[in-house]
Every structure is written in structure tokens, then in C-alpha cells.
């Protein structure tokens, strides 16, 4: 794919006078507040200031197309949501000086276009990224425990099934994933060791306790929309045409960016 791009590029410098790149980042519309958030349980609690690993923030992946960009993508045949291909196109800019008898069509490769969410759904026990525990069988009286992370943990996402272009995939699902939940998410997290969190909880005498901390994530579900692409010139005239269009079904998880799911339990025996 990176070759195939190149490769685009050096074809497009021969047709095009170069603007400059127009690739900045703008956030995607947004949903209303009470329309398809996910609500998050009192459980889950946000340690982005107790994490002792500083996760870089995660923008949406989300590129303005530039005004020539634009006039491009509303020709096209199918949706184009892409961002890598937005940013090639936001690249540069045909001349459209009038060109007696121009007509040429290029073939740009073919691209995920654009992706249909169908499920965005939560699980708070994605994975298990600590254990703390205290044995207050002999004790008198109740002993509180609170949230010690014992040592960093690395949290990984990733789609469900392989994909071609599992990169531009990755990042489409993002922007709807973030956009459907209102919630920071990354397809890698670390939760740093020592990260510590101050409530607590009792474990009565005659009873051990256990504290389980988990990484929550987001399970997203859907379509992506796949085809060829090329680039239409007929003298002034500019345009998309998508061919040989096909879809299928994807998933992924993602995880929560500094969330972390709390469970207590006490019991009489080991567990």
C-alpha cells in the first residue's frame, strides 16, 4: 500500500500545481450528549491524573478536506470517509486551466472508502490488569484496602479478523467509535505502575478480600466499503469514479484510554 502511494504521488506531481498540505485536524460532527453515549457505570473510574504512564491523547483521526478536495469527493460515485486518501487529495490541486482535448483517467488504487457502524457496544472487564489482596482472617476488626497498581500493564486493541488495509480501517472505526461512545479511547493504553486510587474498601475479620482492577474497551461493529478508485479529467472538468465496489463485515476492540473497572470480593476461603 505505501508503494502504491508513492507511487501516486509522483504521477499526480506531473498533472497538478501543488497548494501545500491542507491535512489539519478538525473534530467530526458530533452527536447530541444523550444520543448514543455510553454510559459509564459508578465502578469505572477515570485515573488519568493517578496514572504514573502519561497516555498521549488520541484526536480523532478526522482530516478537513480542502475546497478542491471537496468539490472532488461530491462527484464520487460512493462515499469516501478515508483520511489517508483525504490527505493525499488534500495535497495538491489540478490546474484547471482550459486543455483542448485533455481526457486522461487515473487509477488512484483501491481504498476502504468509508465505514458504517452497526454496534457500539462496552465491556468493563475487558481485560484483568490487577490484583490486590488482603487476608484479615485474623483480625479483629474491618481493614481497607484501596487500588495499588502493581505493575505497568500494556493494553491492546486491534480488529477482530484480518482486513486489506487494516491501518485505514483502524482509523475510521476510531472516528465512529469515539463519535458513537463520547469516550477517550486508543487502540493501545498502559496504566502505569504504582498508579494508585484512594478508594477504599472494607474486608470485614474472618475474611479475605480481593480487589480486581480491569481495562475496559469499546466492541466496535460494522461495514466497510471497499473499491478502485480513479481521478477523471475531461478537459476542465475533475472528477472521482469508484469501481468494483464490495463490503464487508468488521469488528474491533478498542480499549478506554485511563479507565479503569473496579470488583470487590470478600470470602472466607481463597479464591
Wanted: hydrophobic share 35%.
Amino acid at each position: 500500500m505505501k508503494l502504491m502511494r508513492t507511487v501516486l504521488m509522483f504521477i499526480l506531481a506531473f498533472l497538478v500545481v501543488s497548494t501545500g498540505t491542507h491535512a489539519e485536524k478538525s473534530p467530526a460532527p458530533r452527536k447530541d450528549a444523550d444520543s448514543g453515549k455510553v454510559t459509564i457505570p459508578n465502578s469505572v473510574l477515570d485515573i488519568a491524573k493517578e496514572n504514573t504512564y502519561p497516555n498521549s491523547t488520541q484526536d480523532q483521526p478526522y482530516l478537513q478536506p480542502s475546497e478542491f478536495t471537496q468539490e472532488l469527493l461530491d462527484t464520487a460515485n460512493v462515499k469516501i470517509e478515508n483520511p489517508n486518501l483525504i490527505r493525499i487529495l488534500n495535497e495538491s490541486s489540478i490546474n484547471k486551466a482550459p486543455t483542448i482535448g485533455l481526457r486522461a483517467t487515473i487509477y488512484l488504487g483501491e481504498w476502504p472508502l468509508n465505514y458504517a457502524s452497526t454496534e457500539t457496544s462496552p465491556n468493563w472487564e475487558y481485560q484483568k490488569i490487577n490484583t490486590n489482596y488482603y487476608d484479615n482472617r485474623g483480625g479483629k476488626g474491618n481493614y481497607q484496602i484501596h487500588y495499588v497498581q502493581e505493575a505497568q500493564k500494556v493494553v491492546k486493541g486491534g480488529l477482530t479478523a484480518k482486513v486489506p488495509h487494516a491501518d485505514d480501517v483502524e482509523k475510521m472505526m476510531m472516528i465512529k467509535a469515539m463519535d458513537n461512545s463520547q469516550l477517550p479511547l486508543a487502540f493501545q493504553t498502559i496504566v502505569g505502575a504504582g498508579t494508585k486510587k484512594n478508594q477504599v474498601y472494607n474486608i470485614s475479620p474472618k475474611r479475605l478480600g480481593y480487589l480486581y482492577a480491569y481495562a475496559p474497551a469499546i466492541n466496535e461493529k460494522g461495514k466497510v466499503t471497499y473499491g478502485e478508485v480513479y481521478l477523471q479529467m475531461k478537459g476542465t472538468k475533475r472528477s472521482v469514479i469508484v469501481k468494483n465496489v464490495t463490503s464487508q463485515g468488521v469488528g474491533a476492540w478498542i480499549p478506554i484510554q485511563d479507565h479503569v473497572h473496579f470488583g470487590f470480593m470478600a470470602s472466607e476461603v481463597p479464591r
